[in-house]
Nanobody
């Protein structure tokens, strides 16, 4: 499975961005997908996850009410709509796809930089 993120950039505080993640390769069997982020000097943290059918979502407390995760399985794509961005949202955002079988295998994209200026 290959994951490619896009949509990052520089935005002023209060602005919006929409991240996209395109999956390719052996996408059959992908279950949960999610977005994670890593700020300089900090550990990678969960931002949001979405179930295989899109019916269940989970958000970090810091982004609840501002970010919305979604996916389009027909397009093998996942999105993160980010509104009311804050400087503390500045980080590299990573797309994650999980396949659960005999083992749990996590796939990662290369990341896309999001910078929010104050």
């Amino acid at each position: 499975v290959q994951l490619v993120e896009s949509g990052g950039g520089l935005v002023q505080a209060g602005g919006s961005l929409r991240l996209s993640c395109a999956a390719s390769g052996s996408t059959f069997g992908i279950s949960r997908m999610g977005w994670y982020r890593q700020a300089p000097g900090k550990q990678r943290e969960l931002v949001a996850t979405i179930s295989s059918g899109g019916g269940r979502t989970n958000y970090a407390d810091s982004v609840k009410g501002r970010f919305t995760i979604s996916r389009d399985n027909a397009k093998n794509a996942m999105y993160l709509q980010m509104n009311t961005l804050k400087p503390e949202d500045t980080a590299v955002y990573y797309c994650n796809a999980r396949i659960i079988g005999v083992y749990i295998i996590d796939y990662w994209g290369q990341g896309t930089q999001v910078t929010v200026s104050s």
